[in-house]
């Protein structure tokens, strides 16, 4: 065999390898992308059925004249955006969108002052601190037919204790509920309750991760208790406090069976928001409107979409900065 004969054969010897090589990291790499589509497969099917089908849905329900044949059989007429006309034109609109905003920025302002002042308090780790700490999260861990039955007994006109407290400092009983001066600020005041759990246990946490030694050095420079925590602490609770109030917002707006517990919206539509006023549209009547409440519905999903942008933007430029 001559010698260009012998080195072909080696170097067809030396390709099958290779070749052999090739093609089982080929065959690890298909079988590592299946199994990254096998975990992320749950994961789509969850957002599709449970997030982005009720979403569509309710855009759908908010286009069609729905009655309560039509929904059952699904012949329902298409009206466009006549359904947005329709409550942009209701007497109801212009008070529920301003109960809706008060609710949500004096709950969100009372819920992060409180949480944010309890955050502090409890980051000295004092005796009995884990205790008191796990006391605040008795609100939140309730079921909220719970919280509202209770505030509704306490703000009851006739035997709640509020009454009572009131009363024994010679202050005459107040219509918390069932006075349309005071039923917005009974519910809101409700719902600042039971949020400033959740605002004290992630403001906690995010104190827990700055640093000692930069109080020390602020201390040094001779900064005070309020210098510390407006030049310190406040500025690097920035991203925590940015996603706390972010969630906040978010399930604020979305309040409905702590108002409808305690005063359905009520009375004459003094404590009625955009989630209350949804319901009733849909489910609260004898004869629903299925299309309006949607509508109602969307209008908040918008709302909360904006605020969200709204973050993203604020966190992409504080990240280039």
């Keep these: 065999m ?3 004969t012998q080195t072909k054969v080696r170097a067809a ?4 390898p290779l070749e052999g090589r090739g093609h089982r990291a080929a065959a690890r790499t298909r079988s590592g992308q299946w199994a990254a589509w096998a975990f992320l497969a749950p994961v789509a099917v969850y957002l599709l059925v ?3 089908y009720p979403l569509y849905r309710n855009v759908e329900l908010s286009l069609r004249n729905y009655t309560v044949r039509s929904f059952v059989q699904g012949d329902a007429p298409f009206t466009g955006f006549a359904n947005y006309v329709k409550i942009f034109g209701d007497a109801t609109f212009g008070p529920a969108l301003w109960h809706t905003v008060v609710f949500t920025v004096v709950s969100l302002a009372f819920q992060f002052g409180i949480g944010l002042a309890l955050a502090v308090f409890f980051s000295r780790n004092f005796r009995l601190s884990a205790t008191l700490r796990a006391l605040f999260l008795v609100p939140w861990l309730l079921p909220l037919i719970v919280s509202a039955s209770t505030w509704s007994w306490m703000l009851n006109s006739d035997s709640g204790v509020i009454n009572v407290v009131l009363g024994a400092f010679g202050i005459d009983p107040v219509n918390w509920l069932t006075s349309p001066d005071w039923s917005l600020w009974s519910v809101t005041i409700a719902n600042i309750w039971i949020g400033i759990p959740f605002n004290l246990v ?3 946490s995010g104190l827990q991760g700055i640093s000692p030694a ?3 050095a602020a201390a040094l420079d001779g900064a005070g208790g309020w210098q510390r925590f407006w030049k310190v602490t406040f500025p690097l609770l920035r991203p ?3 996603i706390t109030l972010l969630l906040g917002l978010v399930y604020t707006l979305k309040v409905f069976d702590l108002i409808w517990i305690m005063t359905k919206g009520g009375p004459s539509g ?4 955009f989630a209350t006023w949804s319901y009733r549209l849909g489910f609260g009547n004898l004869v629903p409107s299925f299309g309006p409440g949607a509508a109602v519905g969307n209008l908040l999903i918008v709302m909360a979409l904006i605020f969200g942008l709204i973050y993203i933007r604020v966190q992409r430029r504080q990240a280039h900065t």
Excluded: D, N, W
């Design 2 to 4: 001559s010698r260009v």
């Design 214 to 216: 930069i109080y020390e």
């Design 240 to 242: 925590v406090s940015a």
């Design 202 to 204: 992630v403001l906690y």
């Design 270 to 273: 003094s404590s009625t928001t």
């Design 50 to 52: 449970f997030y982005a």
């Design 13 to 16: 010897g030396g390709l099958a």
